[in-house]
């Protein structure tokens, strides 16, 4: 069976204090392995491999990476250097906004968001009712999604995203703006769903969510692969770096 993900010398660059990567001239010319002034390597020399099944918990401090690296996974950025290989589709919980759109209402956001990540029309209408419920949004079907808390944003991008079939989850820090009633839940699907053999990917703050949910672990420092080991010996590793062990 081949692997879920294939990262291989992977590198990522970006500059500082402008928007946006890089110019078209600079993608057109190609990329080397020096950094041209004011750019800096947000990842670099990233290799791993993760099985069909694996839960992986990505760890490090703030600016390391993690958050670039699962981007990466999902597609939403391209390599400057290197390969990431994602054999089957993804569900993305990366950011609160990502895929939906202000001005269009929960209900259009769900049939949109859904229907873009290939979920046929006659299954989105089978499911709406159950992604509305678990998101709690059930008075607020017809609300344009802008008007929406960072917490109810939250909530119905986790409820759509957990009902797609895809084999692998990828999940970054959103879950933290939710309330805790509502955390408990989705770590409940979270079980659910890698019960059911899903390949996840999580990056976290949270040593609790981490040695709960992740069978290994992935240290990131400086853009570099740390340390790839179990959950628990990255954790100790990354807590005695932290305190200065």
């Known amino acids: 069976m081949p692997n879920a993900i294939e990262v291989a010398d992977l590198g990522v660059r970006f500059r500082r204090n402008r928007r946006g990567r890089r110019s078209f001239k600079d993608l057109f010319a190609g990329s080397n392995r020096r950094s041209r002034p004011g750019e800096f390597w947000a990842l670099r020399d990233v290799s791993f491999t993760v099985a069909p099944g694996e839960s992986i918990g990505v760890v490090g401090r703030n600016g390391q990476g993690k958050s670039t690296l699962l981007k990466l996974v999902a597609g939403v950025?391209?390599?400057?250097?290197?390969?990431?290989?994602?054999?089957?589709?993804?569900?993305?919980?990366?950011?609160?906004?990502?895929?939906?759109?202000?001005?269009?209402?929960?209900?259009?956001?769900?049939?949109?968001?859904?229907?873009?990540?290939?979920?046929?029309?006659?299954?989105?209408?089978?499911?709406?009712?159950?992604?509305?419920?678990?998101?709690?949004?059930?008075?607020?079907?017809?609300?344009?999604?802008?008007?929406?808390?960072?917490?109810?944003?939250?909530?119905?991008?986790?409820?759509?995203?957990?009902?797609?079939?895809?084999?692998?989850?990828?999940?970054?820090?959103?879950?933290?703006?939710?309330?805790?009633?509502?955390?408990?839940?989705?770590?409940t699907r979270i079980d659910e769903l890698l019960a059911d053999g899903r390949t996840l990917f999580f990056v976290s703050h949270s040593e609790r969510d981490l040695r709960r949910f992740c069978q290994r672990g992935l240290y990131l420092d400086k853009g570099r692969l740390s340390m790839d080991a179990s959950i628990h010996e990255v954790l100790d590793r990354y807590n005695a770096d932290y305190n200065g062990g």
């Open 77 to 187: 950025l391209l390599p400057d250097e290197g390969s990431v290989r994602v054999n089957g589709g993804v569900a993305p919980l990366i950011e609160i906004t990502g895929g939906f759109v202000g001005d269009l209402t929960v209900r259009e956001n769900v049939r949109l968001t859904s229907g873009l990540h290939g979920m046929p029309r006659a299954e989105v209408s089978r499911r709406f009712d159950s992604i509305i419920d678990f998101a709690e949004l059930d008075d607020f079907v017809d609300t344009p999604y802008k008007h929406l808390s960072n917490g109810m944003k939250v909530r119905l991008a986790f409820s759509v995203v957990s009902q797609l079939e895809e084999p692998i989850l990828l999940v970054d820090e959103v879950l933290a703006v939710g309330d805790k009633a509502f955390r408990e839940k989705c770590y």
